[in-house]
């Protein structure tokens, strides 16, 4: 199968993703993004697609502890099909967030996997909580999501980006709507009628 004619499962049932999709994942509290987190990278991991997951509210060790109750990840750790990292490690990397700096790490992160032949997709995510924290850089989020669209075509890739509505206020979740095309939330995945394209979004930021 094709990559344009492959469809992504999600890993929660009847919910299917396309490749270069841009999602925003609503949930409420650590449980729910577990709902979320765990079936995506599992259904990864069974499809052969190299995994890059980004967590902030708990340590990676935690997210791969839940992950090895129902999967033997000896296998994929040792050929680095999955890798599970901190914001310190990504969005926070010097103690400061960088919109040019973070896309260029998902850039070399994914156009390496993909060039081992044993990958041919990629399904990244990230856990967004990393921004309410008071550090530099931290306002380019909504800009560094919106940027992200022009990056997704470049490689046979989904990203789901993680937010979670008890943390994030309102406000800002009407910016970060107006930057993804696609919304997770209430168990569907819809088309998001507030999305922005990059350069529309500019010219509201202007």
């Not at 396309?18 to 991991?45: K, T």
């Not at 107006?178 to 922005?196: F, S």
Request: hydrophobic letters at 40%; aromatic letters at 8%.
């Amino acid at each position: 199968m094709t990559t344009e004619a492959r469809r992504v499962e999600l890993g929660i049932p009847g919910l299917q993703l396309a490749p270069g999709d841009h999602v925003c994942a609503f949930y409420r509290g650590l449980s729910e993004r577990d709902e979320i987190l765990i079936p995506y990278l599992r259904e990864g991991l069974q499809a052969g697609d190299k995994c890059i997951c980004v967590v902030d509210a708990t340590e990676p060790d935690a997210v791969l502890a839940t992950l090895t109750a129902d999967n033997d990840l000896r296998t994929p750790l040792a050929s680095h099909q999955i890798e599970v990292l901190s914001s310190r490690q990504t969005y926070m990397r010097g103690g400061a967030f960088c919109k040019r700096a973070m896309i260029d790490f998902w850039d070399q992160s994914v156009g390496a996997a993909l060039r081992d032949p044993r990958f041919t997709f990629a399904r990244a995510v990230g856990e967004m909580t990393w921004a309410l924290r008071d550090i530099p850089g931290a306002a380019e989020l909504v800009s560094y999501e919106s940027e992200l669209n022009r990056f997704l075509p470049q490689y046979p890739q989904v990203i789901l980006c993680l937010y979670d509505l008890e943390r994030f206020s309102g406000e800002m979740v009407v910016d970060i709507m107006k930057t993804h095309p696609k919304v997770l939330v209430g168990g569907a995945v819809v088309e998001n009628p507030y999305y922005l394209d990059p350069d529309a979004f500019l010219a509201t930021m202007r």
